[in-house]
T-cell receptor, first 109, second 115 residues
Framework: GQNIDQPTEMTATEGAIVQINCTYQ??????LFWYQQHAGEAPTFLSY??LDGLEEKGRFSSFLSRSKGYSYLLLKELQMKDSASYLC??????????WGAGTKLIIKP | NAGVTQTPKFQVLKTGQSMTLQCAQD?????MSWYRQDPGMGLRLIHY???????DQGEVPNGYNVSRLKKQNFLLGLESAAPSQTSVYFC??????????????FGAGSRLTVL
């Protein structure tokens, strides 16, 4: 079967750095997405990786290793507004998205 | 720019009742989809559409039907609601479904409770 694993919850301090991991086992691979979802709101797109390596976008970076079936989202200079759930999703060989259950990130002052 | 608009935002149904969730997008997207989100689980695809008049089943289609008569609208119907359908429903759209960098734009969600 297809599977996406992410930690259920993480806690970090304002101003610090946090890394949210995502491991996957899917039928084929056509890219990996990270979405942010604030409580009670819609998911919003953060990043897309299809090749190995690091993609940087401001305070957020996303890394992919296809051989290891592994990605991480790195958030720097954490702000209180970064408190949210972070969803990892993989596009399989049929171009269907397989979603992880999400990681709830709690930022403490 | 409205983006993706879902109605209603909240709905309470009794078991056996029917209802329709409505989704409209103003971005000229070809691909539209309906997901449900339950605690502790990833988003699960119910049905999707790659264009007006074309719909297909996703991962969890049982108990739901869909209609896409116009490109901008995608309706999700529950014919006979069951408590297991209590969930938050999201409509999402994108330019195309069959490509890698296919970024979804989500609606605000519809919270459905079936008693």
């Amino acid at each position: 079967g297809q599977n996406i694993d992410q930690p259920t919850e993480m806690t970090a301090t304002e101003g610090a750095i946090v890394q949210i991991n995502c491991t996957y086992q899917t039928s084929g691979f056509n890219g990996l997405f990270w979405y942010q979802q604030h409580a009670g709101e819609a998911p919003t797109f953060l990043s897309y990786n299809v090749l190995d390596g690091l993609e940087e976008k401001g305070r957020f970076s996303s890394f992919l290793s296809r051989s290891k079936g592994y990605s991480y989202l790195l958030l720097k200079e954490l702000q209180m507004k970064d408190s949210a759930s972070y969803l990892c999703a993989v596009m399989d060989s049929n171009y269907q998205l397989i979603w992880g259950a999400g990681t709830k990130l709690i930022i403490k002052p | 720019n409205a983006g993706v608009t879902q109605t209603p935002k909240f709905q309470v149904l009794k078991t056996g009742q029917s209802m329709t969730l409505q989704c409209a997008q103003d971005m000229n997207h070809e691909y539209m989809s309906w997901y449900r989100q339950d605690p502790g689980m990833g988003l699960r695809l119910i049905h999707y559409s790659v264009g007006a008049g074309i719909t297909d089943q996703g991962e969890v289609p049982n108990g739901y039907n869909v209609s896409r008569l116009k490109k901008q609208n995608f309706l999700l119907g529950l014919e006979s609601a069951a408590p297991s359908q209590t969930s938050v429903y999201f409509c999402a759209s994108s330019y195309t479904g069959g490509s890698g960098a296919n970024v979804l734009t989500f609606g605000a969600g519809s919270r459905l409770t079936v008693l």
